[in-house]
């Protein structure tokens, strides 16, 4: 059987007396592919928010590639995520780039580098919001 890459174990988050999630628990082994499917307000992008450390749970542990996303600040090193919309309509693509790099420790010389050679650098002072997410 694969390894487990992606472990959520009785998490909840409450925003006020609103409980969002409740004891949720799930795995993901490594090599499958899932999607969360649910009404509005199921929780669906919380959990993701949460396993991105973008909101912190209430209660509850969750794991990538067995590093705590709680704990352990290398858990998002190899981990990807786009939004379906984006919310930074006033950060440049450089900002954006930036910040990417400071949540995986990158140098900002070495982010910089690596944008100048890039293709994106024709956009590096090109607000977000105005670029396709596709």
């Known amino acids: 059987m694969a390894e487990k890459i992606i472990e959520v174990k009785k998490v909840s988050k409450r925003?006020?007396?609103?409980?969002?999630?409740n004891n949720v628990s799930f795995s993901i082994r490594?090599?499958?592919i899932h999607g969360f499917i649910g009404p509005n307000g199921a929780g669906k992008t919380t959990t993701l928010s949460i396993l991105t450390?973008?909101?912190?749970?209430?209660?509850?542990e969750t794991?990538?590639?067995n590093k705590s996303v709680n704990r352990d600040p290398s858990f998002n090193r190899h981990l990807g995520f786009i939004p379906a919309e984006p919310?930074?309509?006033?950060?440049?693509?450089?900002?954006?780039?930036l910040d990417c790099g400071y949540?995986?420790?990158?140098?900002?010389?070495?982010?910089?580098?690596k944008l100048a050679s890039s293709p994106l650098a024709q956009f590096r002072r090109q607000s977000c919001?105005?670029?396709?997410?596709g």
Request: hydrophobic share 30%; glycine share 6%.
């Open 15 to 21: 925003y006020g007396n609103k409980t969002v999630l």
């Open 87 to 97: 919310r930074f309509p006033n950060l440049t693509v450089e900002n954006y780039l």
């Open 30 to 32: 490594k090599g499958t």
């Open 103 to 113: 949540l995986r420790d990158i140098p900002q010389e070495e982010v910089l580098r």
């Open 63 to 65: 794991y990538i590639d």
């Open 53 to 60: 450390r973008l909101v912190l749970p209430t209660r509850g």
């Open 129 to 133: 919001h105005s670029l396709s997410t």
